[in-house]
């Protein structure tokens, strides 16, 4: 069974310090996106990696992709209460539709 | 209206009812995808259709009985659900059966079995 596996699985942090969240698998993925969830909200799409080392900036979130294209990590820099919700990963293994999800880090900033 | 509709948001019904839930994409994709959202699980991808034709029902009890019209439209039929069937179900919609265009899901029915 593949498996994304997220750490931590819960993280409470003050708001101005930084924190990395991370998404690891066994398989090798073809691509892997990351989403945040807002409470009774559904997930959104932050961004998307298909090349292994890729690096993405989107204002003071950056994501990596693995070399081997394996794992995923997600830092962010100086929290606000606004980042506040469940991030979540999701893998491809194959090129197809038949992808997975991670089973979250649920982030809480605190003001 | 823009993006991915769920109606109804919220819903609460017996072991022997009979409900739907809709999904709206107004985005012009061409897949479409309903998940389950259960506590302390990953998502669970349940159904998948790419241009109107189901290609993925990921081992899904027969209680749950898609139904997709055009290309617009999800419905997710229930009936003589089970209470361990309570959960967030999600909509998601892409431009193409590949997560590499990325999903936009719905907020969500938060389906209650009593």
């Known amino acids: 069974t593949q498996l994304l596996e997220q750490s931590p699985q819960f993280l409470s942090i003050q708001e101005g310090e930084n924190l990395t969240v991370y998404c690891n698998s066994s398989s090798v993925f073809s691509s892997l996106q990351w989403y945040r969830q807002e409470p009774g909200e559904g997930p959104v799409l932050l961004v998307t990696v298909v090349t292994g080392g890729e690096v993405k900036k989107l204002k003071r979130l950056t994501f990596q992709f693995g070399d081997a294209r394996k794992d995923s990590s997600l830092h962010i820099t100086a929290a606000q209460p606004g980042d506040t919700g469940l991030y979540l990963c999701a893998g491809d293994p194959s090129g197809t539709y038949k992808y997975i999800f991670g089973t979250g880090t649920r982030l809480k900033v605190l003001a | 209206e823009t993006g991915v509709t769920q109606t109804p948001r919220h819903l609460v019904m017996g072991m022997t009812n009979k409900k739907s839930l809709k999904c709206e994409q107004h985005l012009g994709h061409n897949a479409m995808y309903w998940y389950k959202q259960s506590a302390k699980k990953p998502l669970e991808l349940m159904f998948v259709y790419s241009l109107e034709e189901r290609v993925e029902n990921n081992s899904v009890p027969s209680r749950f009985s898609p139904e997709c019209p055009n290309s617009s439209h999800l419905f997710l039929h229930l009936h003589t659900l089970q209470p361990e069937d309570s959960a967030l179900y999600l909509c998601?919609?892409?431009?193409?059966?590949?997560?590499?265009?990325?999903?936009?899901f719905g907020s969500g029915t938060r389906l209650t079995v009593v």
């Open positions: 998601a919609s892409s431009q193409d059966a590949g997560i590499r265009y990325g999903y936009t």
